[in-house]
Nanobody, 119 residues
Framework: QVELVESGGGLVSAGGSLRLSCAAL????????MGWYRQAPGMQRELAAV???????NYLNSVKGRFTISRDNAKNTVYLQMNSLKPEDTAVYYC?????????????WGQGTQVTVSS
């Protein structure tokens, strides 16, 4: 059994910072790609940032230079440092990970964490 547990969302003023964390819990986990999607009200879910097992990163154009994704492979945890936040970053942020715990790689999702940026 594998579970992704997110933390770190909240309310922040424009220009502020937040750090999201997502830990993959379970035994004998091997993590491949990990990352964050976000979904604003009335909008489609979009990929905000992704990091490969070799720590290659890719970002949504609108967050480049402001968000930084990183991972701790020993802890099977992915982070999203969000700086210079804007009201348009307001969304539910969902962690995802491509994980294997002995039965082959599958995609897993976190429960979502709300990020609200006030103007």
């Amino acid at each position: 059994q594998v579970e992704l547990v997110e933390s770190g969302g909240g309310l922040v003023s424009a220009g502020g910072s937040l750090r999201l964390s997502c830990a993959a819990l379970g035994s004998r986990i091997s993590a491949n790609t990990m990352g964050w999607y976000r979904q604003a009200p009335g909008m489609q879910r979009e990929l905000a940032a992704v990091i490969s097992s070799g720590s290659r990163t890719n970002y949504l154009n609108s967050v480049k230079g402001r968000f930084t994704i990183s991972r701790d492979n020993a802890k099977n945890t992915v982070y999203l440092q969000m700086n210079s936040l804007k009201p348009e970053d307001t969304a539910v942020y969902y962690c995802f990970a491509n994980l294997d715990y002995g039965l082959g790689y599958k995609d897993y999702w976190g429960q979502g964490t709300q990020v609200t940026v006030s103007s």
